[in-house]
Every structure is written in C-alpha cells, then in structure tokens.
C-alpha cells in the first residue's frame, strides 16, 4: 500500500481543514487506517482512526475528539480527516497509516504503512 497525503495548509484558529489520504496498491478496504501527527520536538501521536471492514468504528485521541471526523471511500481508495474549531496546539506535520488488521491501533509500531505527511499550521 502507498499512501498519499494532502490538504495541509494555514488557518486561523477556530477555523476547519479537510485532509485527504489517497491509497494504491493492495486491497484497502480492509486496512484499519489511521492519523497521527508530530509537532516539532515532539514524538508522533495518534489523532484518531477508522476501523477496516466489515467494522466501522472510530477512535480519537481526547484532545481531538468532537472536532475531528475521520471518514474514508473505499471506492475511491481514499480516507479524509476533517478537522474543526483548530486550535494552535494543533499545528504539526500530519501523516495517514494503513495497518493490515482492521481493529484500529493507536501505536505508531502497529502500522504497516506510512504516508509522507502534510503540515498543518494554526495561527492564534
């Protein structure tokens, strides 16, 4: 699986970006995927994720959740990241996963396959 990120970009706070993961190669629907993000300094943290089929459940980290939604398109082979009311803490290179299980893991280890990540920068 290769993975694709895109969408990143500067936004005020309290305001909303949407971004997209586009995935190649191998069977993906079945793939658990997930987001994680790295601020400078900083180790890569989970953001949320989405279980692969036939689950549908999410997951998010606490400091997202309820401003973040994390949906995919198994026809298009692509997963989004809808972010809403950003905050300045959440500036940070963001990067989708894919990890070959559908259960949605919350370790950076647990995932098989990385995207090259997208800079999302919250100005206060």
């Known amino acids: 699986v290769q993975l694709q990120a895109s969408g990143g970009g500067l936004v005020q706070a309290g305001g909303s970006l949407r971004l997209s993961c586009a995935a190649s190669g191998r069977t993906f629907s079945s793939y658990s995927m997930g987001w994680f993000r790295q601020a400078p300094g900083k180790e890569r943290e989970f953001v949320g994720g989405?279980?692969?089929?036939?689950?549908?459940?999410?997951l998010y980290a606490d400091s997202v959740k309820n401003r973040f939604t994390i949906s995919r398109d198994n026809a298009k082979n692509t997963v989004s990241l809808r972010m809403n009311n950003l905050k300045p803490e959440d500036t940070a290179v963001y990067y989708c996963?894919?990890?070959?299980?559908?259960?949605?893991?919350?370790?950076?280890?647990?995932?098989?396959?990385w995207g090259q990540g997208t800079q999302v920068t919250v100005s206060s």
């Open positions: 989405l279980a692969g089929i036939p689950w549908s459940s999410t």
């Open positions: 996963a894919a990890k070959s299980h559908p259960f949605v893991g919350t370790r950076v280890n647990e995932y098989d396959y």
